[in-house]
């Protein structure tokens, strides 16, 4: 079945040690977003790609960073994680056209220690 | 902001009854919709209704849309104890490039007793 994949679902990472979560996709979607949704919260938008296109939301952190190397590859860097990065981070894809749902993969929960 | 705002903030009803959740948004939309998200899970979609819909609907979904008024209701028919999540509206944002990014509202979690 086509679908987004992220991994590794938990992540345990140290304060100051940099991160990175990985998402893959079988959709062949030209857009690819991360979200990052702290507890009992709505996802917040931190970046979207249209094809190698990067948009980087204003108040998504300096020390978030994307890359996407091909269509079905997306990665998050943090390079310096602290205490309030902790969160469930999501990634999605959709198609590049308007009225588009966008399709989820089921998270990384990201616990620094 | 066009944050959508869910109310109520949390639902608990049985099974068997009608749950109703609602979103107000602040700006002009294309479209918006509604994700379920079950605990530590991903956002799944439902429904998409463009602005000039009035009501949609999917199975025992119902969204309804009312651009005058800046506000859109789901109403989940005969709830079942697996609709037990959280649900979201979310508006959409046109870019340059013609895809749209979302903002999400702050959900509703609905807890359905059998």
């Known amino acids: 079945d086509a679908m987004v994949i992220q991994n590794p679902r938990y992540q345990v990472t140290q304060f100051g040690k940099p991160v990175t979560l990985s998402c893959s996709q079988t959709?062949?979607?030209?857009?690819m977003y991360w979200y990052q949704q702290k507890s009992s919260q709505a996802p917040k938008l931190l970046f979207h790609y249209y094809d190698k296109d990067f948009n980087n939301e204003a108040d998504t952190p300096d020390n978030f960073q994307s890359r996407r190397p091909n269509t079905s590859f997306c990665f998050l860097d943090i390079r310096s994680p602290g205490l309030g990065d902790a969160a469930m981070y999501l990634c999605a894809t959709s198609r590049g056209q308007e009225n588009q749902p966008q399709h989820f993969g089921d998270g990384t929960r990201l616990s620094i220690l | 902001s066009q944050q959508g705002e869910e109310d109520p903030q949390a639902l608990s009803i049985q099974e068997g009854e009608n749950a109703t959740m609602n979103c107000s948004y602040k700006?002009?939309?294309?479209?918006l919709q509604w994700y379920r998200q079950n605990s530590g899970r991903g956002l799944v979609h439902l429904i998409l209704i463009r602005s000039n819909e009035r009501e949609k609907h999917s199975g025992r979904l119902r969204v309804t849309l009312d651009t005058s008024k800046k506000s859109s209701s789901l109403l989940i028919t005969a709830s079942r104890a697996a609709d037990t999540a959280s649900y979201f509206c979310?508006?959409?944002?046109?870019?340059?490039?013609?895809?749209?990014?979302?903002?999400f509202g702050k959900g509703t979690m609905l807890l359905v007793s059998p």
């Open positions: 700006t002009s939309i294309n479209n």
């Open positions: 959709l062949n979607h030209n857009v």
């Open positions: 979310a508006t959409d944002l046109v870019m340059n490039s013609g895809y749209s990014t979302l903002t």
